[in-house]
């Protein structure tokens, strides 16, 4: 996303209310206020947790339903303008340890049943929302064109602003306004976006997507919230995005707390050069960038250097307009893809059940002793990287590896040693004849 175009987005912004307040300390989890936006007026009310709200409806949905109560009547329909959105993080207001802890709870009319229906949440919206001094917020009315809300706990204030060139795609929008409201990188991980794509304007299904900023990948990511299309209602009233930003809690998560996580986490953030950009948009231009063959690109770029760089990502987001998010998906999903550069030669063992039960672990630990790394890493001289893999196809001559482009079967462990020294001279009659 380059910085002129959203500076252009932000100038073409129309303010249409702005409301100051001061940021207020937690007394047991709770802020004591909540606040009302009423977009039929761009009117910005804030009210008070009243002792009698706690006793009765301890938690996120029940500020929700306390605050609906206040709004509707026997005739509110989904698409009525008193028909609230309600947002609570509840007394705790979850954590900011990793996404998914923070949990915020959702509540409206749904288009779907005609009755009060709630989602929930994890990310950071609920905690950064709580932290800027608010237990609940309630949303009427309909804007007369598409608006984004701009919660800042940093400036203290509460803004409506006519957006008319953000995205209405919620990948798109959250990196639009992640780097439009951040004071710089560092800053981006205390902006959660709420939005509800372009699906939720033709849907009555149509769900939330609240953002997350993964610092490693240096993206907005998503966490969704579905059930009784919230996200339509958001549409309805033509919300393009609610924006919180948070007070400089900057959370630490990071993508290896996952378990799963060392499997699809590169350990080293790789880029290329200039003469390495020009052969990847070279690339990106053969398939005439086009967004329907983002998977092709990828596959040449693969090919072409062994993993795919950060740069070559950034290179097809850029000029495909592909979402960055949706570019490590792919990346991340296909067991063909690295982020991280491979050895010239990529060893491959077959853990299938008949591999398996003919000895393939003693194959795999052979080969890692040989090579002195662990499945999934790469020698040092860049020559060699192991991978273990569902299966290679050829069950009958089990149990086998896949050495190179070299399918080779019928492998025992003593053999590891003398087909890595073969591979290795290979390499070398290579290398001496180039």
């Given at each position: 996303m380059s910085?002129?175009?959203?500076?252009k987005?932000l100038?073409?912004?129309?303010?249409?209310?702005e409301?100051?307040?001061?940021?207020?300390?937690?007394?047991?989890g709770y802020a004591?206020?909540?606040?009302r936006i009423?977009?039929d007026?761009?009117?910005v009310?804030?009210?008070?947790v009243?002792q009698q709200?706690?006793d009765?409806?301890?938690?996120?949905?029940?500020?929700?339903l306390?605050?609906?109560?206040?709004?509707?009547?026997?005739?509110?329909k989904w698409?009525s303008p008193?028909n609230?959105?309600?947002?609570?993080?509840?007394?705790l207001?979850?954590?900011?340890s990793?996404?998914?802890?923070?949990?915020?709870?959702?509540?409206a009319?749904?288009p779907?049943?005609?009755?009060i229906m709630?989602?929930?949440?994890?990310?950071?919206?609920?905690p950064?929302?709580?932290?800027?001094?608010?237990?609940?917020?309630?949303?009427?009315?309909?804007?007369?064109e598409d608006?984004?809300?701009?919660?800042d706990?940093?400036n203290r204030k509460?803004?409506?602003?006519?957006?008319?060139m953000?995205?209405i795609?919620?990948?798109?929008?959250?990196?639009?306004l992640?780097?439009?409201y951040?004071?710089?990188?560092?800053?981006?991980?205390?902006i959660a976006v709420?939005?509800?794509?372009r699906g939720a304007?033709h849907t009555?299904?149509g769900?939330l997507?609240?953002?997350?900023y993964?610092w490693?990948?240096?993206?907005?990511?998503?966490?969704q919230?579905?059930?009784?299309?919230i996200?339509?209602v958001f549409r309805?009233?033509k919300?393009?995005?609610?924006?919180?930003k948070?007070?400089?809690?900057?959370?630490?998560?990071?993508?290896e707390?996952?378990?799963?996580?060392?499997?699809i986490t590169?350990?080293k953030?790789s880029?290329q050069c200039?003469?390495?950009?020009?052969?990847?948009d070279?690339?990106?231009d053969?398939?005439?960038?086009?967004p329907d063959y983002?998977?092709?690109?990828?596959?040449?770029?693969q090919s072409r250097?062994?993993h795919?760089?950060?740069?070559?990502l950034?290179?097809?987001?850029?000029k495909?307009?592909?979402?960055l998010?949706?570019?490590?998906?792919?990346?991340?999903?296909?067991?063909?893809?690295?982020?991280?550069?491979?050895?010239e030669t990529?060893i491959?063992?077959?853990?299938?059940?008949?591999?398996?039960?003919?000895?393939?672990a003693?194959?795999?630990?052979?080969?890692e002793?040989?090579?002195?790394?662990?499945?999934?890493?790469?020698?040092?001289?860049?020559?060699?990287s192991?991978?273990?893999?569902a299966?290679?196809?050829?069950c009958?001559?089990?149990?086998?590896i896949?050495i190179?482009?070299e399918?080779?079967?019928?492998v025992?462990a003593?053999?590891v040693?003398k087909?890595?020294?073969?591979?290795?001279?290979?390499?070398?009659?290579?290398g001496a004849?180039?």
């Open positions: 910085s002129e175009h959203v500076s987005m100038a073409a912004h129309e303010l249409l209310k409301f100051e307040f001061e940021p207020v300390e937690l007394d047991k004591n206020r909540t606040i009423d977009l007026t761009n009117e009310t804030v009210h008070p009243t709200m706690k009765l409806w301890v938690g996120g949905k029940g500020f929700d306390w605050l609906m109560f206040q709004e509707i009547d026997k005739d509110t698409d008193n609230p959105i309600c947002f609570s993080p509840g007394p207001g979850g954590t900011t990793f996404p998914g802890s923070g949990k915020t709870l959702v509540t009319i749904s779907l049943t005609h009755s709630d989602c929930n949440v994890g990310g950071y919206f609920g950064y929302f709580k932290f800027a001094g608010f237990d609940a917020l309630c949303i009427v009315g309909k804007a007369r608006v984004v809300i701009l919660i706990a940093v509460v803004t409506i602003e006519k957006a008319p953000e995205s795609d919620s990948h798109l929008v959250a990196e639009e992640t780097e439009m951040a004071d710089d990188e560092l800053d981006m991980r205390n709420v939005s509800a794509g304007q009555k299904m769900v997507n609240f953002s997350f993964d490693r990948r240096k993206v907005a990511r998503l966490k919230a579905g059930r009784g299309g996200g339509t309805d009233k919300i393009k995005a609610l924006v919180v948070n007070r400089g809690i900057t959370p630490a998560w990071r993508i707390e996952n378990k799963v996580a060392r499997f590169p350990k953030i880029t200039k003469s390495d950009i020009e052969e990847i070279a690339i990106i053969r398939w005439n960038s086009d983002v998977i092709e690109m990828v596959q040449d770029i250097y062994r795919i760089s950060k740069t070559a950034d290179e097809i987001a850029r495909t307009g592909t979402p998010a949706y570019l490590y998906h792919i990346t991340t999903f296909y067991k063909s893809f690295s982020l991280e550069p491979k050895g990529i491959q063992v077959c853990m299938g059940t008949t591999c398996h039960v003919k000895g393939a003693r194959i795999l630990d052979n080969l002793r040989i090579l002195g790394i662990r499945t999934g890493e790469t020698t040092a001289d860049g020559k060699f192991i991978e273990s893999v299966c290679l196809g050829a009958s001559i089990a149990p086998v896949k190179g482009d399918v080779v079967g019928n025992q003593k053999d040693e087909i890595v020294k073969e591979s290795e001279k290979q390499l070398e009659t290579a004849g180039v």
